[in-house]
Nanobody
Framework: QVQLVESGGGSVQAGGSLRLSCAAS????????WGWFRQVPGKEREGVAV????????YYRDPVKGRFTVSRDNAKNTVFLQMNSLKLEDTGMYYC?????????????????WGQGTQVTVSS
């Protein structure tokens, strides 16, 4: 069993930065991938960034490319999402998730384990 706990959310003005953390308890091993997703009320949860546990390959959706950076600390079983140049449209609940297999990395069904989410609010 894997439990994920996000932290680091908050309120920030547009153009500001936040760093989210996702700490995992339980064994995630050296394979699989971590995903960061976000969701706003009335919309589907969408992936924004993914990092593979093994090689550390990273992937980003277009709206966050060049502004968000996903990284990991395997020793601490923790994943981070550095968010810079935040925009109003980045507002939402941010979730981290872990999949043992990877594959369709932008599909929520790929991920078996999810955190409880941390709210990010960007204001003008």
């Amino acid at each position: 069993q894997v439990q994920l706990v996000e932290s680091g959310g908050g309120s920030v003005q547009a153009g500001g930065s936040l760093r989210l953390s996702c700490a995992a308890s339980g064994s995630t091993g050296s394979s699989g991938c971590w995903g960061w997703f976000r969701q706003v009320p009335g919309k589907e949860r969408e992936g924004v960034a993914v990092i593979y546990s093994g090689g550390g390959d990273t992937y980003y959706r277009d709206p966050v490319k060049g502004r968000f950076t996903v990284s990991r600390d395997n020793a601490k079983n923790t994943v981070f999402l550095q968010m810079n140049s935040l925009k109003l449209e980045d507002t939402g609940m941010y979730y981290c998730a872990w999949s043992s297999s990877g594959g369709f990395i932008w599909k929520t069904m790929t991920y078996k384990y999810w955190g409880q989410g941390t709210q990010v609010t960007v204001s003008s």
